[in-house]
């Protein structure tokens, strides 16, 4: 029985490019073939549970706005965890996206006891169990909040206090036995307070050990469960903690390097999260694929006059073919997939606003897509790239890099010949010009 939250809104068809009607995917068409796949399996979207089921329109000046009938003071806490899985399979479906991803604590609520906790959560998985099982919607990840409630105010794996970090191991057990449960694809990390207030109460290097053993705490139980998903880590610079250890990619690839964690962990980029610290998206893409640790992304965009992460949706289109050029230069996804972590404007109050969010942005990401596919069957993008470094194939060339050059050998090579560079023109405007051809 429909819970009635959408009112008669029905499930939302592809209607091809000339359709005027922006209740209509008119590029993204799941069953349209791009470099030989599906478009659905190129870019595996997913609602996310958060921004749209739990975030009731607050910001840091004033309180709820949505008013959503699963989240009224007063109710049976389990009864509206019920409603709200209840809506939150209505509109996977009117979205006909194929995965979903949430917090633990966003799916149930907290009970007195971990295990009461836990004792929620798996009962509304048992509900997610079955409503899986009947629409074939699938999870693309869960995780763990481990930054909402108080007892992590100074951390989670990184806290001060070994029982902090004791009770965090056991909550990502939990959530990861669920995730497992429910055959998600990836398992996320996202450490909000994984970081630092003021350094004056900081011991840096005690809270990377820690981070560093909880993470491989984590590995060890994913290969002991057996696991077949990927364990994601989602970097971010800042907020809520004034520094947060998992910075960027490049950061993180430090950690894992040094934790000896770099071929069991990838990432999960989000765009808001990149422009926080000071990059593109595009850069973090390339970072990521440049150290064979991509993995997933979190799809939204800040507001660039805005100085936090503000989680709008998606909707420009020349931003979102470079970013999704990039994922499949890195080979598109393979467990990973295009996560919606993208919340409404607080005065959107219409349950047709999540919709509409919904839709707009991946009609403009499947849009990029395309643009996308076209740089890379136009070739002249890569091509420009690879003759830039043609040179390093050269045998004489290629050997340096291999160990088999030293100052004085190619000191040598230089005054034998006395040898000039001569620079050649770098092209930007004309790869610029290039890529505005496809979008
Ligand atoms: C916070 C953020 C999180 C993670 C999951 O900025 O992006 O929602 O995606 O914990
Ligand atoms: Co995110």
Not at 154 to 176: C, H, I, L, R, W
Not at 360 to 365: K, N, P, R, V
Not at 377 to 390: L, S, T, W
Request: net charge negative.
């Amino acid at each position: 029985m429909s819970t009635g939250f959408f009112g008669d809104l029905q499930p939302i068809q592809y209607a091809g490019p000339s359709s005027r009607d922006p209740l209509t995917y008119r590029h993204y068409n799941k069953d349209e073939i791009v470099l030989g796949k599906r478009m659905e399996d190129h870019l595996r979207l997913a609602v996310c549970y958060w921004h749209n089921f739990c975030w009731p329109g607050s910001d840091p000046f004033g309180g709820e706005t949505f008013m959503r009938s699963w989240m009224a003071a007063g109710g049976d806490p389990m009864d509206q965890a019920r409603l709200k899985a209840d809506v939150a399979f209505e509109m996977f479906q009117i979205l006909g996206m194929p995965f979903f991803t949430f917090h633990d604590r966003d799916i149930a609520p907290e009970g007195k006891t971990l295990a009461e906790s836990n004792a929620n959560v798996n009962a509304i998985a048992d509900i997610f169990e079955k409503k899986m099982a009947d629409t074939g919607i699938g999870l693309l990840w869960g995780t763990a909040n481990m930054f909402s409630n108080r007892r992590f105010m100074s951390g989670a794996a990184t806290n001060p206090d070994p029982d902090v970090f004791a009770y965090a191991a056991a909550q990502v057990k939990n959530a990861m036995d669920v995730t497992q449960r429910l055959n998600g694809a990836n398992y996320v990390l996202w450490g909000g307070r994984e970081g630092y207030e003021t350094l004056l109460n900081t011991n840096i290097k005690q809270e990377l050990d820690q981070l560093g053993r909880f993470l491989n705490m984590v590995v060890e139980y994913k290969h002991k469960i057996g696991f077949k998903g990927a364990i994601l880590i989602e970097p971010k610079p800042q907020e809520p903690s004034k520094h947060q250890y998992d910075y960027d990619v490049a950061t993180v690839y430090g950690f894992l390097k040094a934790y000896g964690l770099e071929n069991e962990v990838k990432m999960n980029i989000e765009q808001g999260h990149a422009i926080l610290a000071g990059h593109s998206f595009e850069h973090e893409l390339h970072m990521a694929r440049s150290l064979g640790i991509f993995g997933s992304v979190d799809m939204n965009r800040n507001d660039y006059q805005c100085g936090w992460d503000t989680d709008h949706f998606g909707m420009n289109v020349p931003e979102l073919a470079l970013a999704y050029y990039e994922i499949l230069l890195a080979g598109g996804f393979t467990s990973g997939g295009t996560n919606f972590d993208a919340k409404l404007r607080r005065q959107s109050l219409d349950p047709v606003d999540l919709i509409q969010a919904h839709v707009g942005s991946a009609d403009a990401i499947a849009r990029g897509l395309k643009a996308a596919a076209e740089m890379i069957e136009d070739g002249r993008m890569k091509g420009f790239v690879d003759d830039r470094y043609a040179g390093w194939q050269k045998p004489e060339n290629a050997e340096i890099l291999k160990g088999g050059s030293s100052l004085e050998t190619l000191a040598e090579r230089v005054h034998t010949s006395d040898l000039e560079p001569q620079p050649k023109s770098g092209k930007q405007e004309y790869l610029e010009s290039l890529a505005n051809l496809f979008v």
